[in-house]
């Protein structure tokens, strides 16, 4: 697909070339939640290379991006980071190992649990989230130009809904 896009008669995006080529998927059917879901993975892949371009040329990855940020407000053990960031443990553990050799983060002594620690953002972490604040928000600034608050607001919540459907399915799959 190469993502040029057409307007249709009430003026909305759509792809061409996805609509041609789900037309024949389902063999003259309705495309219009197949094109949807193309379209999330099209706007996905755009906001990952973007949030890549930034980070990778300030040395992190987007994952340990989205932990440092996490952190900024609280510091959390390995199992509460890889919940709330929706990844597993062993991935979070990487995250902090690289959030480690940057400076911007260390494990301490879960002073509850000694069997546990807690992972802490470094006054480097916050100085680098800092300095990534600013940019990252015109970027986002750019990239939602022309959107109304209220468009966003329904684009986060539409968005959301699809996640939100999309575990009850996983788990409706994984009972039977």
């Not at 024949?24 to 879901?37: K, M």
């Not at 109304?148 to 939100?164: D, M, P, S, Y």
């Amino acid at each position: 697909m190469n993502d040029v896009f057409a307007r249709d008669p009430n003026d909305l995006l759509y792809s061409p070339d996805t609509r041609g080529a789900l037309a024949g998927f389902t063999r003259g059917e309705d495309t219009g939640v197949l094109e949807a879901a193309a379209a999330v993975r099209v706007a996905a892949r755009s906001l990952d290379q973007l949030r890549a371009h930034g980070t990778d040329s300030r040395g992190l990855s987007p994952g340990a991006l989205d932990l440092l940020i996490r952190l900024s407000s609280a510091e959390a053990n390995i199992k509460d980071l890889a919940a709330s960031a929706g990844v597993s443990s062993r991935n979070v553990t990487g995250l902090v190992d690289t959030l480690e050799r940057a400076g911007h983060a260390v494990r301490v002594p879960d002073p509850r649990d000694r069997r546990s620690v807690l992972v802490r953002i470094t006054d480097d972490g916050r100085t680098w989230l800092e300095e990534f604040r600013r940019p990252s928000q015109l970027a986002m600034a750019a990239l939602f130009r022309g959107f109304t608050a209220a468009e966003t607001t329904q684009l986060r919540h539409l968005c959301l809904r699809l996640a939100e459907n999309q575990q009850h399915l996983a788990r409706y799959l994984e009972d039977r």
